[in-house]
């Protein structure tokens, strides 16, 4: 079974602070995806990564970077967490081709 | 514009009772379709996936079904339990899509009462 972890579980930060979500997957998959969710939206994806080094846009990337440092962690990151960013996040990993994606657990930030 | 829509928004059911869930979309090329369970603020745990043209599934006391030319695939809940109240999402791959693209829908809320 395909692990994908993701820490913290839970963060609470002000508006304007710097928050890093983390993601690790140990299945060697060259996917990993951020999404966020939100009441009355599907997830929806923020950036997206191939592999070591490499990045992609998503659909609603304003606000957001993200890092893939090395095969196993995806990084986002917000410099300027702004409220509207209070969302539940997502990271997923899938091997190349038209495997599934294999989601972590999630995590709620709050932004005051 | 929302490619995958899913009817009803909210329902709730007496325990015991059976229920049916609704999922609309107009992805094109479509790969596969996922039903996931999502506990209220919590991860989504994949039910059952449907890949071929006309498929039919069943994992317990789920069972779903895919029409793809209807683009068009139900979520049957039998016998319900208090502990089925959650969020379900139905979830379309995009064939065309080489980075394995995902549509979501919004999920029906069910709630199930005593």
Redesign the interface.
Known sequence: EAAVTQSPRNKVTVTGGNVTLSCRQTNSHN?MYWYRQDT??????IH?S?GAGNL?IGDVPDGYKATRTTQEDFFLLLELASPSQTS?Y?CAS?PTG????Y????T?LTVL | KTQVEQSPQSLVVRQGENCVLQCNYSVTPDNHLRWFKQDTGKGLVSLTVLVDQKDKTSNGRYSATLDKDAKHSTLHITATLLDDTATYICVVGDRGSALGRLHFGAGTQLIVIP
Do not use: A, D, K, N
């Not at chain 1, 009355?40 to 994806?45: A, F, K, Y």
């Open positions: 996917y009355g939206h599907g997830l929806r994806l997206y191939y992609q539940l997502f899938r038209m495997g599934e994606q989601f972590g657990p999630g709620r």
